[in-house]
Structure formats: C-alpha cells, structure tokens
C-alpha cells in the first residue's frame, strides 16, 4: 500500500478530543493541532490531512464523514476495534486508516487471566460473604488443566492465549480464517462444545456480529464461563442472560456492551452469574500516554514518508494478520 | 531415617474425624480402623499403631499426646503444616510424622495468582459498583513487570513463585537459609522494601511466629500488597490492620488466621482495603480424595517397611527441602 504523502506546507491535524487531550507536545511547530467535537466535527473534517479519533467512543466520524470532496487522507483511532468508525464512504475512499494495535494485547489477556481465576476460585462469592461476616468454607476449581477457546486471532486473542497457556490452559485459538495454530470458523462448535471456558476477543465485523447467540450458548457445557472483552455486539445480550437465567452455562463475564456506558436501570446489573464490569480490560495506568506515544511515532512515520503500521484492512474491519 | 516396623498382627488406625471421612476402602481387612474425636482422642491414643489426622483444625493431639507408655508410631496429618499438632512430647518421642507435602502447592499458587491479578485489576470494586449499578471506568495495574517477595521456600512457595513468573512478575523466594535460587532471612526487608506483592507462604515456626510486624510493614512501600496462605500466626494481626488503617501499604488479602474460623464479630472483616477469604486457598475440588488418596499410598509403603515421604523435621516443624 502506498503510504500517504504529506503535503508541503504545515499538515493540519483534527483531534476528536476527549479528556484528557493526548500529549502531542513533540509535534510543536510540525503540525497545526485543531480540535473537534460530535457537534463541529462534519465541518472541521474537510480541512483536515489527518484525523486523530482519540474519543474511541464517539460514533461521530460514521456520521460526520464527507461523501465526496476534501477529508483526511488519513485517519487514526485511540482504540483496537474501528467498528465504532467505519461506513461505506470511509471504506471507499483512499483514507488509511490505522488502530492502536499493540497497546492493549497484555493489559487484556492478563484481565482475562483475573476473570479466569476469579470465577474459579469463587472470589465474587468470597467478597459476599465478607460483606456479610460469614466463614462458609467452599472449594474452589484447579484452572491448570481446564479447556479454553478464545475466539478472535489478532494480538489481542493470541495474548489472551499465552497467558492462559502459561496457567497451563489447554487452549484453542479460532480466527476468520485457519492456519498453523489457529483454527477456524468450522471447528469453533466443536471447540466451545468442550470448552471450561470461552472467550471472546475478536473485532465487530459483519461476520461476528452476534456470534454468540442462544444456539451457541445452548452448545457449551453447563459448567462453562463466557468471558467477552471484545465488543457488546458479538453477544446476542438477551441470549446471554437467558443461558445464565436457565443454567445453561455456569457463569458469564462482560467487560462490552451494545450501549456503553451502562445505565443503571439495565438489567444487565443483576442477571446471575454475570460479572459486569466498565469496558476497562485495556486499561492500565499509562494507556492514555502510550496511545498518544503510538500516535506520535505513527505520525513521524507519516510525515517522513515512510509507510504507516497498523493499517486497517477496511473491507473487514481490522488489521490483518501477519 | 530408619522407618517404623509394621507389627505382625493387623495394625490399628486411629482416624481423627472430620467430615466427610476420608475414603479408606482399600485398606480393608488389612488395617482395624477405629476413630476419635476430641473427647475420645486421649483415651484411644495408646491403643493405635497409626494415628491419621483428618481433622487438620484441631489442636486436640498436641492436648491428648501421651508423655510415656505406648503410642501411635506414626502420625500423618491431611495437611501442610504440623503446628496444629506438635509437642514437646511429640518431638522427643520416636513417633514419625508424615504430612500432605504436594497437595496444596497448585492449588495455592493459582489462588495467589487470582489473589494478585483481581487486585491490580481492582475487581472487588468492580463488584461493589455492580451491585450499585454504577459505571465507573478505572484503570487497572499491569502485573507483568511488577515485583513479588514470596516467603517459604517450599514446595508451596515455589509453586507460587513458578505461577508468578508465568505471569512475568519478578519473584524473589525467601527461605530459612540461604542457598541457590533462595535468598536467606536476611534478605527479607531489602526485597520487601522493593516489593509489589508480599507473599506469606512459610511454615509456622518459633522462628517465623509474628515475623509480618509493624517494623515490617513499615518497610513496605505504599503501593505494595500483603498476601497470608501460610497460617495466622505468621502475622501480627492487629499491625497488619493499623497498617492499613494508615495507609502503609495499598491492601492485603488473608486466607488464615490466628484464630478459624473468624466470628461474626471480628473487626478484620471490615478492615479497609483487606479481603478476608475462609482458609479456601488450597481446597480445590476433589482435594479430599487426594488426601485421602495420598496417605493410603503412604500408608502402603509403611505397610510393606518402605521408607515414609513427607516426613517431617520435628524441630524444625517441616518436611526438609531437597
């Protein structure tokens, strides 16, 4: 692919802020930083060379983004996933687009990790009875030697399967499309039928939206945990809540959510056996900063001519494998 | 060690009882079992061969151990440490004692491991503000790269140190003396001042009784968190929770404690930033079948005049490191 050529004069770069800004300080003097907002941003767009989505959570550049004439020869997001903003008219224009591989694949598999061991050493249970004063003695699960499927082959499933494999896990690792090591869409039945524990890690594309619906949840063991730390939409929720309502499954953990945040009247707060938690997998102390960094040195790249990293395959919604 | 002789008629095997008694249908015909409880322990002692201490809370044999006359020749206890049962009588007689060396080590390494990851990942808050239904995003610590201090040198601290590492957290293991790929006592504040996780794991001696004081947590940097899977009495409680209380140290998690189990009453359970779980760490489930399965092959073995495993130094209070 060939990368985008800057222009000569000072590039304009269009920040679709959220707080806190990103540190962009070592670009003082080489670019011209402007800022934008869900409301400004359709008419700061046309005079941008590169956006920078650091508001992963917006959905205002699906909505903002030109049809025809000028806009950002390329585009940048604070996030793994680019779901929240791709559209056809992003997609078929020559816009880069790039993503924040790499930032989030060990701050995720070691959240998986703690999910793991939480629910089978029974530790939410353990923190009830704290509350309540009461020593009632349980036994907990031995995680070494149990069956995991984690279901998405980027960096970030292939993490969460290191640190698995380390906790001596036996685990498969099922991506779009098979190859050493990783198996594919037509195993993934066969795999979760098995598995103590399944995870989900891959990106929201038309192919995995709603993967995970009542059929499948109706294929896991009763004492399987489904863990979901890659986008709401690849769990059909209601689903979800009903395997867990019925038995089907023993336990569930959200870390993503169709609608985030979570209101507090969703009744996703209170469906047994489901641990809900604030979409913060990734986020360890220093992200923000190793985001901004990522952007600088992607950007240095940009400017110097050198070809761009982390470029998104747009026609299926991520960065392609190597 | 020269190992007791099995006498000619069919020996005697006092259980001391705890629910549910332990699978013994394999000695059957080969061995008069006869059982006790607290009460009827002093008054049986003298008449067995074999003394099994199932119930591994009670501190009746270290109260019913006979000073002269006749006695169990041996004494397997379905449990990791021996302080529970030990007497000068005990030590002085020529009775061997034998313990559960090797089934707990997993078990407690991945409780450790759940212990360590749902603090940095602040999973007992993320519960709290489910139950509030609450969104509230925080940032999460990364364990790769963090610090660890296990102390007992072990079997189970190895086994925590080996789980730790997996986990690319630095570990250094402390011991009773030093020797090659253990650091010795005097070591202990210099890696405990450096240290993200504080880990209990020794057997319970006269030399490590109260070894986690004030003075120490003092040495503790402000971020560090203190774990006990080793006994109580390892740590001085009531430091322990001033400690806390004044924010020496980021938070700590007991599974043992000085007196078990903890009543309704204690103050430990609300004790700010402590998680209290009821001396689970080791029991996963199927734990009794191991013990139970573990002293039958001893058992085995003494039965055939083949030298007993697990035999524990009774001076010192454990079975000697390899």
Redesign the interface.
């Known amino acids: 692919m060939t990368p985008p050529v800057p222009p000569a004069s000072r590039p304009t770069l269009l920040v679709l802020d959220a707080d806190p800004l990103p540190r962009l300080g070592r670009l003082t003097g080489r670019v011209r930083v402007e800022h934008a907002d869900a409301t400004t941003l359709a008419a700061r767009l046309p005079d941008a060379d590169v956006l920078l989505v650091w508001d992963f959570t917006s959905h205002a550049v699906r909505e903002a983004w030109p049809g025809e004439g000028p806009r950002p020869r390329w585009v940048h997001t604070a996030s793994a996933g680019v779901d929240h903003l791709m559209c056809p008219e992003l997609t078929a224009s020559d816009t880069v687009v790039t993503n924040a591989r790499g930032v989030f694949d060990?701050?995720i598999a070691?959240?998986v990790?703690?999910l793991v061991?939480?629910m089978?050493?029974d530790?939410?249970r353990?923190?009830d009875?704290?509350?309540a004063?009461?020593?009632?003695?349980?036994?907990?699960?031995?995680?070494?030697g149990t069956r995991a499927c984690v279901v998405g082959s980027g960096p970030i499933g292939r993490a969460i399967t290191r640190?698995l494999k380390?906790?001596d896990v036996t685990t498969a690792l099922v991506g779009r499309v098979p190859r050493t090591g990783i198996h594919g869409p037509d195993d993934l039945d066969r795999l979760i039928a098995r598995a103590d524990w399944v995870i989900a890690a891959a990106p929201l594309t038309e192919r995995t939206r709603g993967m995970f619906d009542l059929r499948r949840f109706g294929v896991m063991q009763p004492s399987a945990r489904f863990i979901n730390v890659g986008r709401g939409q690849l769990v059909v929720t209601e689903a979800l809540a009903e395997a867990l309502r019925r038995r089907w499954i023993a336990g569930a953990a959200l870390d993503v959510f169709e609608h985030?945040?979570?209101?507090?009247?969703?009744p996703l707060?209170e469906v047994p056996g489901l641990?809900?938690?604030?979409?913060?997998?990734g986020?360890?102390?220093g992200?923000r900063d190793r985001l901004g960094t990522q952007f600088v040195e992607l950007y240095e790249r940009w400017e110097a001519g050198r070809p761009l990293l982390n470029v998104v395959d747009k026609q299926r919604g991520y960065v392609p494998g190597r």
């Open positions: 060990q701050p070691e959240y990790a703690a061991l939480a089978a050493k530790l939410p353990t923190l009875l704290q509350r004063r009461e020593w009632r003695h349980r036994e907990g699960q031995q995680v070494a640190t380390a906790l985030e945040p979570l209101g507090p009247d969703s707060w641990l809900v938690s604030p979409h913060m997998s986020d360890t102390v992200w």
